[in-house]
């Protein structure tokens, strides 16, 4: 399933500005998140129980739970987000995550059958361009009994480092910092 129409709709935001606001981010957002269904969620779900039965049991449930939420929860509020975002976004680092989510769209195998890519954009876009929050959410938890955590208004992640030249990863475009530990 490839979603070119998403990113295409991006173009005329990159290319009109110097800057990019973060209300057309938005609205791109917003109207791609509406063509998500029940049923699509449904199956986004399913796979992710499906590839969660991989990870160490001793974090299994939490780390389902978060993403539940923070991942595909995270949708509902992103189609009803009416708050005016002033600041803008820096335009080299959106259209370089835009360049990573398209090229972990287009190496995407397993889960070309759901919505998971574009879900997986939308909410990576949203949370890092919009909410200027990490993508994995305080509390997420990682191998070792680490999770990302917050201190002060900084966020930081236990992986980022070990994750920041994976393709699949969003590590690059996240705004948290690596976790010393």
């Known amino acids: 399933m490839k979603y070119n129409d998403f990113y295409n ?3 005329d935001v990159v290319s009109s500005e110097s800057t990019i606001s973060k209300h057309a981010v938005l609205n791109i957002l917003k109207k ?3 063509t998500i269904s029940v049923f699509d969620l449904m199956q986004v779900s399913a796979e992710m129980n499906e590839e969660s039965k991989y990870i160490q049991k001793s974090y299994r449930e939490k780390s389902k739970g978060i993403y539940a939420k923070n991942f595909l929860g995270r949708l509902k509020y992103v189609s009803s987000d009416e708050n005016h ?4 976004i820096d335009k080299e680092e959106f ?3 835009l360049a990573t989510l398209k090229s972990y769209n ?4 397993i889960s070309t059958k759901t ?5 997986y954009a939308i909410i990576s876009l949203y949370t890092t361009f919009i909410l200027e929050e990490p993508i994995h959410p305080v509390g997420t938890p990682f191998p070792g009994s680490l999770e990302v955590e917050e ?5 930081y992640c236990p ?5 920041i030249d994976s393709p699949n990863a969003v590590c690059k475009m996240c705004i948290a910092e690596q976790l010393d530990f």
């Open 9 to 11: 709709d991006f173009k």
């Open 32 to 34: 791609h998140s509406s």
């Open 85 to 88: 975002y002033e600041k803008s």
């Open 95 to 97: 259209i370089d995550a």
């Open 106 to 109: 287009e190496n995407e195998t």
């Open 115 to 119: 919505k998971f890519p574009l879900i």
């Open 151 to 155: 201190h002060a208004g900084i966020y």
């Open 159 to 163: 992986v980022k480092d070990a994750n």
